[in-house]
């Protein structure tokens, strides 16, 4: 199992540009999660799916979009980036609400 | 307002040395709290997990303990190894209305672990 990965690793954007993240996951996971993190302060939730065609607004989601087309792929999309957008971007999963998420190995986006 | 302290921001300390983070919250109504390590540049990893009932757990060199009426917790990591240098993260997730569990997660606390 590869459990949770993201694609790309690293990308750098200009501002104004579009790009698109994908998260996908081989666990069967209901749950999935974008979320990003910046210094000095804690994971903070983008945007999220409870299941194949539904996604919800987290914490902080203005500026993205979600999909969830196909339960293992869970896309992240800037429209317009921004460099307040500068950050590294994890996805994660979880089979239940309450249970445990696993995270993927990140995305680290600058965008100039 | 729900929030997650840990303390302290960072630590060092000499392999083979015991050390224990701390992390509060205020979080309500509490539904459990998770310790995660996060290496440099990679994504967290679950360490324990624990719910209002519980109020130790382990998991190899790692005991997380629980005390549910003052609403805190800590982490102990017994006989460190330089592979426990990471940034370990507190997160406490709130039962109420929402699909995701609204998890509240803390700053972190980043350890060094020198030889």
């Known amino acids: 199992n590869a459990g949770v990965t993201q694609t790309p690793k690293f990308r750098v954007l200009k501002t104004g540009q579009s790009m698109t993240l994908l998260c996908a996951q081989d666990?069967?996971?209901?749950?999935m999660y974008w979320y990003r993190q910046d210094p000095g302060m804690g994971l903070r939730l983008i945007h999220y799916s409870v299941g194949e065609g539904t996604t919800a607004k987290g914490e902080v989601p203005d500026g993205y979009n979600v999909s969830r087309l196909k339960k293992q792929n869970f896309l992240l999309g800037l429209e317009s980036a921004a460099p307040s957008q500068t950050s590294v971007y994890f996805c994660a999963s979880s089979p239940l609400r309450y249970n445990e998420q696993f995270f993927g190995p990140g995305t680290r986006l600058t965008v100039l | 307002k729900n929030q997650v302290e840990q303390s302290p921001q960072s630590l060092i300390i000499l392999e083979g040395k015991n050390c224990t983070l701390q992390?509060?919250?205020?979080?309500?109504?509490?539904?459990?709290l998770r310790w995660y390590k996060q290496d440099t540049g990679r994504g967290p990893v679950s360490l324990t997990i624990?719910?209002?009932?519980?109020n130790t757990k382990s998991n190899g060199r790692y005991t997380a303990t629980l005390d549910a009426d003052t609403k805190q917790s800590s982490l102990h990591i017994t006989a460190s190894q330089l592979s426990d240098s990471a940034s370990y993260i507190c997160v406490v997730s709130a039962n109420y209305g929402g699909s995701q569990g609204n998890l509240i997660f803390g700053k972190g606390t980043k350890l060094s672990v020198k030889p």
């Open positions: 624990m719910t209002f009932s519980e």
């Open positions: 666990m069967n996971h209901e749950y």
């Open positions: 992390c509060n919250y205020t979080v309500s109504p509490f539904s459990n």
